[in-house]
T-cell receptor, first 113, second 114 residues
Framework: AQKITQTQPGMFVQEKEAVTLDCTYD???????LFWYKQPSSGEMIFLIY??????QNATEGRYSLNFQKARKSANLVISASQLGDSAMYFC??????????FGTGTRLLVSP | NAGVTQTPKFRVLKTGQSMTLLCAQD?????MYWYRQDPGMGLRLIHY???????AKGEVPDGYNVSRLKKQNFLLGLESAAPSQTSVYFC?????????????FGPGTRLLVL
């Protein structure tokens, strides 16, 4: 069974607009963590944001926020005021129970001028 | 503070050859991981380690071995390379604290098996 599902293979957004990248997860473990990573064309993996399953508030890091809806098992990434440099692949990931991290298949975001 | 480094950055192997990928981190992290990334499949965990001297299997461990003799190093070995192991390999280390966790990735190693 797919643990992390990213249903949007590609997304387009205009510069300065906000965009939401979807992520749903599947786990029966009450303790888990959710992550978002950015992978630009250069290939490196850049950590963006983390949300713990017990966190009451949605995580925010600058222009990034994680819309955590526990009952729906979703952890969408919201990027506000998109910039051209935001064009990249974005991966959602989950750590459950032990120390393994499971990744989704990614969403390619293209920001146009 | 170099973060996570990987050696080599690129390698070409013939089927049946062996090689070792080296991952090093200078952040004193307990947890280290090896992933492979293939087109359209995201990152898949090969092996991981929760501390010096310990290793565990991930999603796709077959054909790989690992060792964590020193806390700062995590080695990934291919004993007999196969074309199916052509991929980009990422190493990562992580800090797990109270209500916070961060994984730091290395720059990746591109491996081509002919």
């Amino acid at each position: 069974a797919q643990k992390i599902t990213q249903t949007q293979p590609g997304m387009f957004v205009q510069e300065k607009e906000a965009v939401t990248l979807d992520c749903t997860y599947d786990t029966s473990d009450p303790s888990y963590g959710l992550f978002w990573y950015k992978q630009p064309s250069s290939g490196e993996m850049i950590f963006l944001i983390y949300q713990g399953s017990y966190d009451q508030q949605n995580a925010t890091e600058g222009r990034y926020s994680l819309n955590f809806q526990k009952a729906r098992k979703s952890a969408n990434l919201v990027i506000s005021a998109s910039q051209l440099g935001d064009s990249a692949m974005y991966f959602c990931a989950m750590r459950e129970g032990g120390k393994k991290l499971v990744f989704g298949t990614g969403t390619r975001l293209l920001v146009s001028p | 503070n170099a973060g996570v480094t990987q050696t080599p950055k690129f390698r070409v192997l013939k089927t049946g050859q062996s090689m070792t990928l080296l991952c090093a981190q200078d952040m004193n992290h307990e947890y280290m991981y090896w992933y492979r990334q293939d087109p359209g499949m995201g990152l898949r965990l090969i092996h991981y380690s929760v501390g010096e001297g310990t290793t565990a299997k991930g999603e796709v461990p077959d054909g790989y071995n690992v060792s964590r003799l020193k806390k700062q190093n995590f080695l990934l070995g291919l004993e007999s390379a196969a074309p199916s192991q052509t991929s980009v390999y990422f190493c990562a280390s992580s800090y797990i604290g109270v209500n916070q966790e961060t994984q730091y990735f290395g720059p990746g190693t591109r491996l081509l098996v002919l």
